[in-house]
C-alpha cells in the first residue's frame, strides 16, 4: 500500500490511477493522517488457466468431457 499527501496526490494522480490498476492500494494523507484510500473499482481480471483448458480440449477430442460450448459458458461465466 502506497501513502503520499494530498500535494503529491495532485502531481502524481495519473501515475497513482496506474497503481490501483495493478492491484495496489493508495491511501492520500492530510499532515499526516490518512483521509481517503484510492483502490480498483473492479477485481483485476483472471486469466485463464491455459494448462485447464489444453487439457479439456484433449479430453473432448478423445470423446469425453463437455462439448465447446458448455467448456466455453463455463469458463466465461467462472471470470464473473
Known amino acids: 500500500m502506497k501513502t503520499?499527501?494530498?500535494?503529491?496526490?495532485?502531481?502524481?494522480?495519473s501515475e497513482l490511477i496506474a497503481l490501483v490498476e495493478r492491484g495496489e492500494e493508495v491511501v492520500i494523507t492530510r499532515r499526516g493522517s490518512p483521509v481517503a484510500r484510492i483502490c480498483a473499482a473492479a477485481a483485476p481480471s483472471v486469466p485463464f488457466d491455459i494448462e485447464a483448458l489444453r487439457k479439456?480440449?484433449?479430453l473432448q477430442s478423445a470423446g469425453h468431457g463437455p462439448s465447446s460450448?458448455?467448456?466455453?459458458?463455463?469458463?466465461r461465466e467462472s471470470r464473473y
Do not use: D, G, P
Open 4 to 13: 503520499v499527501n494530498i500535494t503529491e496526490a495532485k502531481s502524481r494522480s
Open 56 to 58: 479439456a480440449i484433449r
Open 69 to 75: 460450448e458448455t467448456l466455453v459458458r463455463t469458463m
